[in-house]
């Protein structure tokens, strides 16, 4: 079992910068790719990036060039930089963690920017 806890969502201005860290625990040393996904007010789930175990990284569109993922494996903390923040980027933000075939969700973190 693998439990994950986000942390540093908050209230922003748009063109601001948040950093969230995802720590985990328990049988963290199982973790291979770590990642974030966020889900919008009234829309889906949708993935914003990944980090794989040797730390290559994916990003959806929307967000390439403005945040970044990173990950320090000896703290089993996973990190997402979010630079230039826009209103849209409004979300409840949700780091997951893989393990085998078994993919680990954190209860989430809001992060709001204001226009």
């Known amino acids: 079992q693998v439990q994950l806890l986000e942390s540093g969502g908050g209230l922003v201005q748009a063109g601001g910068s948040l950093r969230l860290s995802c720590a985990a625990s328990g049988s963290a040393f199982r973790i291979n790719a770590m990642g974030w996904y966020r889900q919008p007010p009234g829309k889906q789930r949708e993935l914003v990036a990944t980090i794989s175990s040797g730390g290559n990284t994916n990003y959806a569109e929307s967000v390439k060039g403005r945040f970044t993922i990173s990950r320090d494996n000896a703290k089993n903390t996973g990190y997402l930089q979010m630079n230039s923040l826009k209103p849209e980027d409004t979300a409840v933000y949700f780091c997951?963690?893989?393990?085998?075939?078994?993919?680990?969700w954190g209860p989430g973190t809001q992060v709001t920017v204001s226009s």
């Open positions: 997951i963690a893989d393990s085998g075939p078994v993919r680990y």
